[in-house]
């Protein structure tokens, strides 16, 4: 009874970098020497990651191989996924999609609404105009304003020396 002889593998770890080439291009660099583009097979799971395998002849019935899977980012488009293996090195091109810009807050609302506002108006109007200083006459105003600060500040300064007692 003739039987083939069982094949033998090695398994082995490879070599990987990330580099980040540009805001929207990431590359997975794999380096790979020994092996040619026929021997490997890169494919996305259905779970969402990147798979990279590959397999050679060493010498009879042994074989060296490796596999190795990689997350892919949220926020990159596996369509765009382009694999391109040169000399010793796999290079994986992943398309990152741009992230939409963040929500802007929502503006607070206003403290006073728009009709409370108009009456406030109304009444300050009619304060001022009973006063007899409107806008019309800013001299007027002013003094009226430095006045009423002169009043203030003296009603502070008698009560600091103690003129007025409870």
Known sequence: MDSEPTSVYEDFDVQTEWIREAIELDTLIVY??????????????????LR?????????NKFGRFSKEFP????CDQDKIKAKFIGTTLRIKLVV????????????????????LGKYRLKYKRFVHGLGIGMKNPRKMMNMFLAVLFI????????RLGLFKD
Do not use: C, H, M
């Open 32 to 49: 790979i020497p020994g092996f040619t583009k026929e021997q490997l097979k890169v494919e996305v799971t259905t779970g969402g990651n």
């Open 52 to 60: 990279i395998r590959g397999e050679r002849k060493i010498d009879g």
């Open 72 to 75: 892919i980012p949220s926020n």
């Open 97 to 116: 999609k741009p992230s939409p810009p963040p929500p802007r807050p929502a503006a607070p609302p206003p403290a006073v609404s728009v009709e409370e």
């Open 152 to 159: 203030v500040l003296l009603s502070n300064y008698a009560i």
